[in-house]
T-cell receptor
């Protein structure tokens, strides 16, 4: 099945550092979503983006919807240990009354003290 | 407000059996989507239900089916289980207001299915 290109695949950073990850697609999306998943749990929604060029923040998290509508990035500032997990981007290409999410390959974040 | 509830959390089945998973969406949400998550393929869309009708379907064989009830609760069924069906099955609910397709999808904790 289709997956979006997400990079980096994994990151090892120190507490307090900033993190940046991005997601690219060969097709256009109307919505970009960013999720965080802990082991054995379902993805938790972090940020939703609905307009090309939109920049949205949620606490230490900032995400942008690329102007081409084919990419998005997520920044985490001043990382803390609880930021550990897998981050997924997801794009929605709405078709009529139906919609589905296409997910990225994920970025595994490890934070060291 | 209660979140998305999936039951059971864990399930072990043998090859050839069939399984039914359940999802109760967030109150007021009328759209339910199902996803399969495996280490190799990541998160893959199975299907979406809205107003008791399947609205979209991913690239999965016909052994994977689902339905939605009038209270928006949804079930998915997998028949003739194969070892490769072992995965975390996730359900997501969306509000999906009339005239607005841009609503967030909230996920349940998932059902971990192991086929032996």
């Amino acid at each position: 099945g289709q997956q979006l290109n997400q990079s980096p695949q994994s990151m090892f950073i120190q507490e307090g550092e900033d993190v940046s990850m991005n997601c690219t697609s060969s097709s256009i999306f109307n919505t970009w979503l960013w999720y965080k998943q802990d082991p054995g749990e379902g993805p938790v929604l972090l940020i939703a983006l609905y307009k090309a060029g939109e920049l949205t923040s949620n606490g230490r998290l900032t995400a942008q919807f690329g102007i081409t509508r084919k990419d998005s990035f997520l920044n985490i500032s001043a990382s803390i240990p609880s930021d550990v997990g897998i981050y997924f981007c997801a794009g929605r290409a709405t078709l009529g009354t139906a919609s589905k999410l296409t997910f990225g390959t994920g970025t595994r974040l490890q934070v060291t003290l | 407000k209660a979140g998305v509830t999936q039951t059971p959390r864990y399930l072990i089945k043998t090859r050839g059996q069939q399984v039914t998973l359940s999802c109760s969406p967030i109150s007021g949400h009328r759209s339910v989507s199902w996803y399969q998550q495996t280490p190799g393929q990541g998160l893959q869309f199975l299907f979406e239900y809205f107003s008791e009708t399947q609205r979209n379907k991913g690239n999965f064989p016909g052994r994977f089916s689902g339905r939605q009830f009038s209270n928006s609760r949804s079930e998915m069924n997998v028949s003739t289980l194969e070892l490769g069906d072992s995965a975390l099955y996730l359900c997501a609910s969306s509000r999906r207001d009339r005239g607005s397709l841009n609503t967030e999808a909230f996920f349940g904790q998932g059902t971990r299915l192991t086929v032996v």
